[in-house]
């Protein structure tokens, strides 16, 4: 089984950072409050800003939060079912930062693999995702993959009964001991 584990939103709670910085420029917008993918139209603020921001905040990478406490126990974990590959959709400048915050939470994987877009992950050899991504969610369907949905105020709004969405990365191990 070959795993594809997504970075920003399911184990980087990036979000965090961005709005430390968001509420310093603009006014104030709590996490709960991004109900979308695309929340920056509803804020008014320009996409390419938002990117730039959000590349911005992993130059500063060790003030990035995990989403969750023991991340590196659930990726050793994870790796006992398959091969667990880091898949991730960004802007290249910023994977060596990527890179140094996977180092420090000690997390496990086997390969890193950086794409350009998101729904570009979905036509990758995976046959598991484990993503927060709704875009990325619905080719992951398409495309009759297994995707893992990591709850986040912005994909609240995809129902699927295909969908496995999970609230922590535990219950990822649990669906595969079941099986
Ligand atoms: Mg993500």
Redesign the pocket.
Known sequence: MKIAL?????LADVIVSWLEHNNKIRSEILKHEITDWNFWKKFNINQYDFYAELSKCWENWSNIPPTETKLSDFTKKISQFGQVDIV??RERSTDSFVKNWLKHHDIVYENYVSVVS?PMKADLNYDVFI???PL?AMKILQNQKRIFL?DQPWNQNIVDKRINRISNLSQVINQFNQK
Do not use: K
């Not at 997504?6 to 399911?10: A, R």
């Open positions: 997504d970075v920003d939103g399911v991730t959709a998101g993503d927060d991504s990325n990591y």
